[in-house]
């Protein structure tokens, strides 16, 4: 079955060190990926996508994601993480057949402390 | 640029009553989905609107439905409430050229009791 996994629940890091948070996916074709970020008691923010392309993918707020094919792979990352960065992670692919439907992992929460 | 808007923010209804949540979506597109975030269960998908025709739906029973209006907001309803529909309900909507491009609303909190 076509699926996305996020196989952290939680990721700690300090502010200032570089944060990965990790998704893999399982897909037949080529899919559609997406990182969405959640602040408590709020929808979900875009901050980037994998179409085609060049595999890194350049997004909002500073954040970046690595396409990696052969691993199924699309990691989210930051160079150096703040406090404010402190969200709900969801990663989302938009799978071959499913006609637009997001199929979202169950999410990472991501907490950088000072 | 107005983002997509839900209301009302939170609904609080009794077990066996109909809910009704509302999305419209941002200027200029024509399609909308809705998503249960419900807890332990994460994100799963409802439904897909686009023109007003329902496009797809996701493993929901028939008591999820709803429609979209000529001017492309839409409305969830949920009937016979049962106590695990209490969820955050999600919207978000897309250029129908560019489907995989999702733009989401704040949601509305759904609490059933």
Redesign the interface.
């Known amino acids: 079955a076509q699926s996305v996994a996020q196989p952290e629940d939680q990721v700690n890091v300090a502010e200032g060190n570089p944060l990965t948070v990790k998704c893999t996916y399982s897909v037949s074709g080529n899919p559609?990926l997406?990182w969405?970020v959640q602040y408590p008691?709020?929808?979900?923010?875009?901050l980037l996508?994998y179409?085609t392309g060049d595999n890194l993918v350049k997004g909002s707020y500073g954040f970046e994601a690595e396409f990696n094919k052969s691993q199924t792979s699309f990691h989210l990352k930051k160079p150096s993480a703040l406090v404010s960065d402190s969200a709900l992670y969801?990663c989302?692919a938009?799978l071959s057949g499913?006609?637009?439907?997001?199929?979202?992992?169950?999410?990472t929460r991501l907490q950088v402390t000072l | 640029e107005a983002g997509v808007t839900q209301s009302p923010t939170h609904l609080i209804k009794t077990r066996g009553q109909q809910a009704t949540l509302r999305c419209s979506p941002i200027s200029g597109h024509t399609s909308v989905y809705w998503y249960q975030q419900a807890l332990g269960l994460g994100l799963q998908f409802l439904l897909w609107y686009d023109e007003g025709e329902e496009r797809n739906r996701g493993n929901f029973p028939p008591r999820f439905s709803g429609r979209q209006f000529p001017n492309y907001s839409s409305e969830l309803n949920v009937n016979a409430l049962e106590l695990e529909d209490s969820a955050l309900y999600l919207c978000a909507s897309s250029s129908w050229t560019r489907t995989y491009e999702q733009y989401f609303g704040p949601g509305t909190r759904l609490t059933v009791t």
């Open positions: 559609y997406f969405y008691n709020r929808g979900l923010q875009f996508k179409i969801f989302a938009l499913t006609a637009s439907k997001l199929t979202f992992g169950t999410g």
